[in-house]
């Protein structure tokens, strides 16, 4: 069991090493942590940025060290990678950085909508019904420019906005069907992301009737917690391995993914 998507102290997470060291204890086999980038010129994700702090853009090689210092020091996989802000208007900054960079794998995600977080539910909480519907239509339609970029070898909670109320239930099968199309057309791979299960969404990304549909497309998966924390990884661990056997799902590892990229 590899989980390709964690944080640590270079984003919003826990020092690394402890991540690490939960990783193992864990019984993973291998952990990939990918801090949260951004190099959109935007002056919005500029503010972001230095509101919290995410700057991998410009410590990566300084977190770098730190995983191959660490490599040395225990018995699982330590993947070096990044989470990086998609949107298609930044597409060549994002692919020069990338390259640039030369992580070991980049993991996409869509994190903004109208000029904000997702997660900011007061944004979208006084939108009539209608633009909301129209927001999650430009979701979809920004998930799929990031599949079709190729830039990523992996596509982060693909149904983020489940994760908002306000959003919550507006996604449609016709949203379903154009993701799995493009999946199915691509090199990149969902995760079945663990980040939010058990807490109040209660539910793994993609939900039950999204991942239904691209299990039936013959979609390949991997996997994330999304752990920010130590104390997390366990369980996150024992909650998704259930769901693969549930649904006889084997997920994919790197190596795999590398090869379905060459």
Known sequence: MYDYHAHTNYSDGAFLRWMVEAAADA???GIGFADHCNVSPDSTARRHK???GFNLDLTYERRREAIEAVRDEVAIDVFDAAEMDYDPAHEG?????LDDAGFDYAVGSVHDLDGANVHTRSHFADKPESERRDLVDRYF???VALIDSELFAIAAHPDLIERNPHLRGLATEDHYAAVADAFRGSRTVPEINAGRLLDDYGEFHP???FLDRLVDAGVDVTVGTDSHA???IAPRVREVEAELDRRGLDSVQLDEIATKRA
């Not at 900054?93 to 950085?97: D, G, S, T």
């Open 27 to 29: 019984g993973l086999d």
């Open 50 to 52: 230095r509101a919290f």
């Open 93 to 97: 900054a994002i692919a020069e950085f």
């Open 141 to 143: 339609e920004k998930l």
């Open 207 to 209: 939900a039950p009737a």
């Open 230 to 232: 130590p104390d997390e």
